[in-house]
């Protein structure tokens, strides 16, 4: 039987209910959400309208309609900075960032002007608050903090983030694509103002499906123009939401497996999920210290990160141990950079990479058994 591990880039399984969702809308309705005034349009309509209400409920925000869809967090992240900063703006970010908030920063500097302080972190990929007060200059338009480290797992301090820029009026974009469907966030407890997330990860939705809550008063100018199914004889993109940042034909069947995901979730509750997954990764933790030469980077705290665990064997490539694992084993793990080279340059790894482990809800204590087996059975044959 396989054994996927590698949760952190996209869970797998997703719950049943999700392809039956995309299923029987693509089977059996068909209609494009807000193109038409005919009853299975109408029926698409509120199947995206409910999956927005089920986000902001899960986040605590507000105004189902300022949840806008994105085809993922990539998307979600680069429409709120480049549709709000400007020439000459600052922006304060973790030294953990997913290359889809690095790059993205990095094009606008150099295209546009903006200038970018990294706040340094720990070896665990901690952070101290004080770090990113000390980088906020008068010009600093935005904080962009990555919730939890795709490669170490480590949790930030958003609320904390949140508390600082609201006392110095600051925008706070948090990436949650680690995080949303299996740590609790509240926007409005947590003051962020812009909430970007993926629906293929913890939320247990499909590929293809991500979004951006907006709980602020920002002006963003849309990332594309075009048709919305509304005001079509109005030359310019409309100034209300969604439809102001969300242009073009959406992904409707993945928004409605999105929908079935997060009733999922809702039914299983994020305590549930949360608990299992501490537990997987505590078991983890303690059986990996069986493998000689093994060295794990970043917290070995299951309450201070996500359900990822980094690794090198000593004198050992991560690539070829992932293959084996994969070929051998039938266990599947992440080998490489994993898209954050900056987080990697903390631990030292940048030149090398690390294995990954990316737990997830559906993962049982037989898996990592597995894996560990495996990864006794490479050293057997390779030292």
Not at 23 to 45: H, L, Q
Not at 86 to 97: N, R
Not at 229 to 241: F, I, K, L, T
């Amino acid at each position: 039987m396989d054994i996927y591990l590698d949760n952190a880039a996209t869970t797998f399984p997703k719950p049943l209910a999700v392809p039956e969702a995309i299923y029987d809308y693509i089977v059996n309705n068909g209609g494009t959400s807000g193109r038409g005034s005919y009853e299975k349009a109408i029926i698409a309509d509120g199947l995206v309208y409910q999956t927005r209400k089920k986000l902001a409920k899960l986040f605590n925000h507000n105004d189902p309609k300022t949840v806008v869809f994105t085809s993922s967090v990539t998307e979600s992240l680069n429409l709120a900075l480049q549709g709000i900063l400007k020439p000459g703006d600052h922006v304060v970010t973790s030294s953990l960032e997913h290359n889809a908030v690095w790059r993205c920063l990095k094009t606008l500097e150099r295209d546009l002007g903006i200038y970018i302080s990294m706040v340094p972190a720990t070896e665990q990929g901690e952070t101290d608050i004080s770090d990113v007060e000390a980088a906020i200059t008068p010009d600093t338009k935005v904080i962009v903090f990555t919730h939890a480290s795709n490669v170490l797992g480590t949790i930030q301090p958003i609320g904390e983030i949140g508390a600082l820029a609201r006392k110095h009026n600051i925008l706070l974009l948090v990436d949650a694509a680690q995080t949303a469907g299996v740590i609790p966030i509240d926007v409005q407890a947590q003051n962020i103002d812009l909430l970007a997330f993926t629906g293929h990860k913890s939320l247990l939705g499909p590929m293809g499906t991500g979004g951006l809550v907006v709980n602020c008063n920002a002006k963003i100018d849309p990332l594309i123009s075009g048709g919305t199914g509304g005001d079509s004889a109005y030359e310019y993109q409309p100034d209300y939401y969604p439809n102001h940042l969300e242009a073009g034909t959406m992904n409707v069947s993945g928004i409605i497996g999105l929908g079935a995901a997060l009733a999922f979730l809702e039914a299983e509750g994020l305590e549930t999920i949360r608990h299992k997954e501490d537990t997987l990764m505590d078991y983890a933790l303690n059986v990996l210290s069986e493998i000689p030469g093994l060295e794990i980077y970043g917290p070995r705290d299951s309450s201070k990160t996500v359900g990822v665990i980094p690794f090198n064997i000593t004198g050992h490539v991560p690539e070829e141990i992932a293959f084996y694992l994969d070929q051998e084993c039938h266990v599947m793990i992440r080998s490489g950079l994993h898209c954050a080279p900056s987080a990697h340059r903390l631990i030292g790894t940048v030149s090398r990479g690390t294995c990954r482990i990316g737990i997830g809800y559906f993962n049982e204590t037989a898996d990592i058994d597995t894996l560990v087996n495996g990864l006794k059975s490479y050293l057997k044959e390779n030292n």
